[in-house]
C-alpha cells in the first residue's frame, strides 16, 4: 500500500521530465518537433497589487509605482515595436496571485516574462548614511543558498494567498525534489534570462547612469513558475528618498521604461540571429 502520495507524485513528475528529456537528446523520428521560433509575445508584471502593498517609502507604494512603469513599458512597446504582442498581468490595483501571473505567460505562450518591482533596504525609510541605491535583475537559481534575502521579500505574497498552501504545494528551497523539477524546466531558459538581464542592465548603466547590483540569481517564486525566459527588474531602493523621488517622477518612470524597452529590442535582434 502506498502511504506517502506525495512522494509518488514527485517520483512519476520526475520520470516523466527524465523521459522527455531522454527523447529529446536521442533525437528520435518520432519525437515531438518544435514549431519554429518567432519572438512575438512578452508579459509584463507589475508586482504587487491590493491587499499586497510591497515596498513603501515615505510617501509612496511599491505596487504604485510597478503598475505605472509597466503601463509605460506597454504603451512604448505597442509604439514601437511592430507585431509584438504585449499582455499586462494587472492594470489596476488589483492582488494576482504569484501562480496565476506565471499562469498568465504560460497560458499565453509568452517568449519573455518582465516582473516589475521596487527593492527595499532592511533599514527601511530610516534616515541613515548610504542608504542602498541602484538597479539590480534578478533570473531564477535553484542552487543559490546565500543570497535569499530578495526572495523571501518577493515570496512572502504567498502567504496572503487564499490558497496558498494548496497552490504552493512542495515548493520549498530545502526539498532536492522540487529543486531537480523545477531546474529542468527553467535550465532550458536560464541562460536567456541572463542575456536579457545584462542587456537591460547595461541600458540602465550606459543610458540612464544608474548605479546597479547587477544580474543576480535568487529563487523568486514567480520566476521559477514561469515557463519562458524571465527577469524581475528591481528598479531602485524606495525606501531611499532619492530613489524614491525619481520613482515616482515621469522623467524617472519614463527612463525606466524606455530602458525595459530598449533592451528587449536588443533581445530579440540577439535570439533571432542564434
Known sequence: MIENVKSLKAFLTCTLLINFILISLTGRADAPVPPPFKFKTVVIDAGHGGKDPGAHGAYSLEKNVALSIAKKVQRLIKQDMENI??????????????????????ENNANLFVSIHCNSSPEGTAKIAHKEKGVMLLVYGFHRKGEQMEALRENASIYIEKDYKKNYDGYSESNPTALIILNTFMQKYRKQSILFGELLNKQFINNDGRKSQGVKEQGVLVLA????PAVLVETGYINNPGEEKYLNSEDGQ????SSIVRAIKNYRKEIDTR
Not at 254 to 257: F, L, R
Open 85 to 106: 504582442n504585449v499582455i499586462m498581468t494587472r492594470t489596476t490595483d488589483r492582488f494576482i496571485e504569484l501562480k496565476r501571473r506565471s499562469e498568465i505567460a504560460n
Open 225 to 228: 513558475h514561469s515557463a519562458m
Open 254 to 257: 519614463n527612463a525606466i521604461a
